[in-house]
C-alpha cells in the first residue's frame, strides 16, 4: 500500500513539473513559451500507451466556438472508443467583433491566429506524447463548420513535418472566393479590411491549395445543411480526387448544420459519421 501511494504521489509530481493535466483539465499550449499569450486545451485521456489522438476545433463561424456539441461531447466519444481528445479553444474574432467592426481600427484577433494556435496545440501534443500515452505519429485534427477549415488549412499550409497526420472536416467552411462563400466565417477570419484582399482569400480557399502529399482526410457535410452551402465539400472533395489524396467523403441528404457528436441534433442518417470515422480511423495506415 505504502508503494503504491509513493508511486501515484510521484507521478502526480511528475505531471505538475511539466505543466501537464488530466482528463477534464485545462493546459495553456503557450505555456514555456516567449509570450504571454493564453490559449487553453483540455486533454481527454485514454489510458496505456501508443494511442492515436485528435486536436478537436469546434466551429463558431471563426467568431465564437460550440465548445459542447462540437468540443466536448466529441472528445468524450472519441475517449470512450479508445482515442485521446484534445479540445482547442483557438483564438476567435469574439462576440464583440461580430456586433461592432472595431477591427477596422485596431487588429483584434484574424488570420493567422486561429492557424497558428492548431500548428501549437499539435506541436504540444506531439511533445508531450511520451506522457500522454500517444503515438506521435498519429495525432489528428478534427474541426467542424470554421473548424473544419481550419483542420483542412493545417493540412495544406503547414510544412509537412508540423501539419496533423490525418484530417477530419465536418461540414466545414472551405472557400473563401467562390458565390457559395460562408462570409461570416470569411469576414471573422480576414477582418473587416481585408475580405477583399484577392491573395488572401486565394490562400485561404482551401480547394485551391491541396498538395499531393496531403495527409488522409475524412469529409462529411449533408445537402440540407443551411449555414455553409453544401458546395463547400464538394469543391473540396473534387480537389482531394484531382491530387490523388486518400480520403472518404460522405454527403448525408438530412442532418443540416451543428450536430457535432450530439445524440439527439441533426437527424438519424447524418449521426452514422461518427461510426464511420471510427472504422476509418481504425483501418487507417500513416
Not at 485561404?204 to 475524412?218: G, I, M, Q, T
Amino acid at each position: 500500500m505504502v508503494k503504491r501511494l509513493l508511486l501515484i504521489a510521484f507521478i502526480l509530481s511528475l505531471s505538475h513539473q511539466l505543466g501537464l493535466a488530466e482528463t477534464g483539465q485545462t493546459v495553456n499550449i503557450w505555456e514555456g513559451m516567449d509570450t504571454d499569450m493564453k490559449v487553453e486545451m483540455t486533454p481527454y485521456l485514454v489510458p496505456g500507451t501508443g494511442n492515436k489522438a485528435v486536436v478537436v476545433c469546434p466551429g463558431g463561424s471563426y467568431f465564437w466556438h460550440d465548445m459542447e456539441a462540437e468540443g466536448h461531447q466529441v472528445a468524450r466519444w472519441l475517449q470512450e472508443n479508445g482515442i485521446s481528445a484534445f479540445v482547442l479553444r483557438y483564438r476567435t474574432a469574439r462576440t464583440p467583433a461580430f456586433l461592432i467592426r472595431f477591427r477596422l481600427l485596431f487588429r483584434g484577433n484574424r488570420y493567422p491566429d486561429p492557424q497558428n494556435d492548431l500548428r501549437q496545440a499539435l506541436a504540444y501534443v506531439r511533445r508531450h506524447s511520451s506522457v500522454y500515452g500517444i503515438d506521435a505519429t498519429q495525432v489528428g485534427a478534427m474541426g467542424f463548420s470554421a473548424g473544419g477549415h481550419l483542420v483542412m488549412s493545417a493540412a495544406e499550409l503547414l510544412s509537412p513535418h508540423e501539419r496533423p497526420d490525418f484530417v477530419a472536416p465536418i461540414y466545414p467552411v472551405v472557400t473563401m472566393t467562390r458565390d457559395c462563400v460562408h462570409k461570416r466565417s470569411r469576414r471573422a477570419l480576414l477582418g473587416e479590411n481585408k475580405v477583399r484582399d484577392t491573395q488572401l482569400c486565394d490562400r485561404l480557399s482551401l480547394e485551391r491549395h491541396v498538395p499531393d502529399d496531403c495527409p488522409p482526410v475524412f469529409l462529411v457535410n449533408c445537402k440540407d445543411d443551411p449555414v455553409v452551402d453544401y458546395r463547400n465539400s464538394v469543391l473540396l472533395d473534387s480537389a482531394l480526387q484531382a491530387h490523388h489524396v486518400p480520403h472518404v467523403y460522405l454527403q448525408y441528404q438530412t442532418g443540416g448544420h451543428g450536430f457535432g457528436a450530439s445524440d439527439k441534433k441533426g437527424t438519424a442518417e447524418c449521426r452514422q459519421w461518427r461510426q464511420a470515422f471510427l472504422e476509418w480511423i481504425r483501418n487507417l495506415n500513416i
